[in-house]
């Protein structure tokens, strides 16, 4: 564990909980994404708001001046959503959206979570933290904890490589029989998150 992740997780600890290892992690290829009824609604900042106007400005620029390009990027982009991730890395949940895996996935797309954030096991909970600075602030992290369940609640961490794509995937295994993957960024950070759980 790097320092930086540690300094980010300590914040989140409770009083005499121990940091046992953290790592950055993402959902795992194969994980479909939440429906939108299921996310809390999402508070767009007005630089944001800004920001996405401008995109669409230049978006439907670009398809006036160059129309055969626009067209053939969007017809990628259909084939591309056509042809679900799990048929090329496997499944990467088990259990349905109201299940404890299904819960992680669904607030792993809210508050700036980005499908993603710093996976940490200490000795009372595996939790997740997120850094909540915005898109623009380049220099500034803001780490919050972001989910948390007690170890009770898990019943297994266990490491799951499959091909070069998934070199760091980890499989959470819950009380409640549901499973999600995710994917360390540094493949090596996988093994030690997965100790510290069995330790």
């Known amino acids: 564990m790097l320092n930086a992740q540690r300094d980010a997780v300590t914040t989140s600890l409770e009083p005499g909980e121990r940091l046992l290892e953290a790592a950055a992690v993402t959902l ?27 995109f669409g400005l230049l978006r439907r620029a670009y398809a006036v001046v160059n129309p055969v390009s626009a067209a053939v ?20 949940i088990g259990g349905g959206w109201q299940s404890a895996a299904g819960r992680l996935v669904i607030r792993l ?21 997120v850094d909540r600075a915005a898109l623009w602030q380049l220099f ?30 980890i499989d959470l295994h819950f009380a409640d029989g549901s499973w999600v993957a995710v994917t360390a960024d540094l493949p090596r950070a996988a093994d030690p998150v997965v100790a510290a759980f069995h330790s």
């Not at 299921?38 to 401008?54: K, Q, T, Y």
């Not at 990027?73 to 990467?92: F, M």
């Not at 797309?109 to 933290?129: C, P, Q």
């Open 28 to 54: 795992a290829p194969g994980i479909p994404h939440p429906p939108a009824e299921l996310l809390a609604p999402r508070r767009v900042s007005p630089v944001e708001e800004g920001l996405g106007r401008s």
């Open 73 to 92: 990027g969007a017809i990628e982009n259909r084939v591309v959503a056509a042809e679900p991730e799990r048929v090329l890395h496997g499944a990467g």
């Open 109 to 129: 797309h809210e508050g700036g979570a980005k499908g993603g954030g710093l996976l940490a096991v200490t000795d009372r909970r595996l939790l997740v933290v």
């Open 140 to 169: 500034t992290e803001e780490y919050a904890l972001h989910w948390a369940v007690p170890r009770a609640e898990v019943r297994e961490v266990r490491r799951h490589a499959t091909g070069v794509l998934q070199r760091g995937r």
